[in-house]
């Protein structure tokens, strides 16, 4: 399995519109894309640092992902996110070794990334993202 680079850093918030400010006025990041997936029932955000990105996910649902898991737990990290560029050859490869995917194929997430998750029971209790920027490997 080869991954490239921490891809970004999920932080779930309760408003887009109280954490920009933040991200741009305290830490001086500038906030380039607000995206609503809404599959997933979350609104987006994304700031860059280096070749990391952070993105802020707001609950469109409360029921949605986001939205359980800030009735759960709170505000705060909620994924980590790594890039490759094989993402289902890296899935099957993870599933033949016995690890627990939340998704065996890939979905589109923000950014027209396809997307798929890693359980936290198989990862220490970290929810891990693996993406694939479909244009990147059909440029390749």
Known sequence: ??????????????????????????????????????EQKVKTAFFK????????????DPEGPIGKFIEKKGE????????TDNLQENLDELSEKGVRLIDKTPRKGAEGLNIAFI??????????ELCEDPNKTANN
């Open 1 to 38: 399995m080869k991954l490239s680079h921490i891809e970004h850093i999920g932080i779930a918030v309760k408003s887009l519109e109280s954490a920009i400010p933040f991200y741009e006025e305290k830490l001086g990041l500038k906030c380039y894309s607000v995206e609503e997936v809404a």
């Open 49 to 60: 640092v280096g070749e990391t990105k952070i993105e802020l996910l707001e609950s469109t």
């Open 76 to 83: 705060g990290v909620h994924h980590i996110a790594f890039a």
């Open 119 to 128: 359980h936290p029971k198989s990862t220490m209790g970290v929810l891990t």
